[in-house]
């Protein structure tokens, strides 16, 4: 059964870089769009970007001048880190795996951390 | 980007009646759209995948219909669980995968 638990500061200040690692056990993080998105308070769903074979990955347009995503296959974990943070990047972040190789329907997901921005 | 916009904003039923939620997409996404269901602290669940599939595990009273740019969630004989927030799901132009804003199902 493959589980995902993201992990990290619950608060960060304005400006600085905010950092997750999502740990995967079950599965190998290979072979599949490994997934960030995140849910402000009380609002909709938005991708931030995946990770792909451990190397290559793809972000969000919007997002993408402030996003890294990156893996460490020996601690089967995803990271993600976000620079330059605002009030406006206080959401819950969830990391997510699609349900298929090399698609986006997400039927994996960790339960989610509260990342607050916040002096 | 694809925006993906779901109507009503709210829905208000009672358990037994069946629902019907819209999305619709501001540019063609095939049959390439997912629905997902959030209840209060949870993370969504996947329901439907391209357009008409269900899930694994997904009760049949969830079906899914549509292509091109109109799609449609179906739950028929609505129990007290299904009442909860849904949105739908592209993925036929990325980057970036886009989200609908969401419906919320209540209990009238």
């Known amino acids: 059964q493959v589980q995902l638990q993201e992990s990290g500061p619950g608060l960060v200040k304005p400006s600085e870089t905010l950092s997750l690692t999502c740990t995967v056990s079950?599965?190998?993080?290979?072979?599949?769009?490994w997934s960030w998105i995140r849910q402000p308070p009380g609002k909709g769903l938005e991708w931030i970007g995946y990770?792909?074979?451990?190397?290559?990955?793809n972000y969000n347009p919007s997002l993408k001048s402030r996003v890294t995503i990156s893996a460490d296959t020996s601690k089967s974990q995803f990271s993600l880190k976000l620079s330059s943070v605002t009030a406006a990047d206080t959401a819950v972040y969830y990391c997510?795996?699609?349900?298929?190789?090399?698609?986006?329907?997400?039927?994996?997901w960790g339960q989610g951390t509260m990342v607050s921005v916040s002096s | 980007e694809i925006v993906l916009t779901q109507s009503p904003a709210t829905l208000s039923l009672s358990p037994g009646e069946t629902a019907t939620l819209s999305c619709r997409a501001s540019?063609?996404?095939?049959?390439?759209l997912a629905w997902y269901q959030q209840k209060p602290g949870q993370a969504p669940r996947l329901l439907i995948y391209?357009?008409?599939n269900r899930a694994p595990g997904i009760p049949a009273r969830f079906s899914g219909s549509g292509s091109g740019t109109d799609f449609t969630l179906t739950i028929s004989s609505l129990e007290p669980e299904d009442f909860a927030v849904y949105y739908c799901?592209?993925?036929?132009?990325?980057?970036?995968?886009?989200f609908g804003q969401g419906t919320r199902l209540e209990i009238k």
């Open positions: 391209d357009a008409s």
């Open positions: 079950g599965a190998s993080i290979s072979s599949y769009y």
């Open positions: 540019q063609s996404v095939d049959i390439y």
């Open positions: 990770i792909y074979y451990s190397v290559s990955t």
């Open positions: 997510a795996r699609p349900h298929r190789m090399g698609e986006f329907a997400f039927d994996i």
């Open positions: 799901q592209q993925r036929r132009n990325w980057p970036p995968v886009t």
